[in-house]
Nanobody, 125 residues
Framework: EVQLVESGGGSVQAGGSLTLSCRTS????????VGWFRQAPGKEREGVSC????????FYAASVEGRFTISSDYAQNTVYLQMNNLSAEDTAVYYC??????????????????WGQGTQVTVAS
């Protein structure tokens, strides 16, 4: 059974930091691109960052570049998203995703194979 279990969400003041974790199981971690999407109320879902393990490349949305860092622990099959200098615009539900064939940019895949349940991040201004 495939599982993507997110944790680390919560409430923080603007300028603060949070680290999200996505613990995966049920598939070969190193064969997949794993990353994060987010959806704020009334807005479309947005790709945030992903780690394409098979090609060793990471991708970031322009809105988070320089503030967020994605990393992978291959021993724990876990992806982390370190989020610094958070602002109210980062408030959203963050979803972990995994895709077997991500294409050139895993944030722009046509479809994703697996999704987590999401974790809420709230940034107070």
């Amino acid at each position: 059974e495939v599982q993507l279990v997110e944790s680390g969400g919560g409430s923080v003041q603007a300028g603060g930091s949070l680290t999200l974790s996505c613990r995966t199981s049920g598939f070969t971690f190193s064969d997949y691109a794993v990353g994060w999407f987010r959806q704020a109320p009334g807005k479309e879902r947005e790709g945030v960052s992903c780690n394409s393990h098979s090609i060793g490349a990471t991708f970031y949305a322009a809105s988070v570049e320089g503030r967020f860092t994605i990393s992978s622990d291959y021993a724990q099959n876990t992806v982390y998203l370190q989020m610094n200098n958070l602002s109210a615009e980062d408030t959203a539900v963050y979803y972990c995703v995994a895709v077997r064939v991500p294409g050139a940019n895993c944030l722009r895949s046509v479809a994703y194979d697996y999704w987590g349940q999401g974790t809420q991040v709230t940034v107070a201004s």
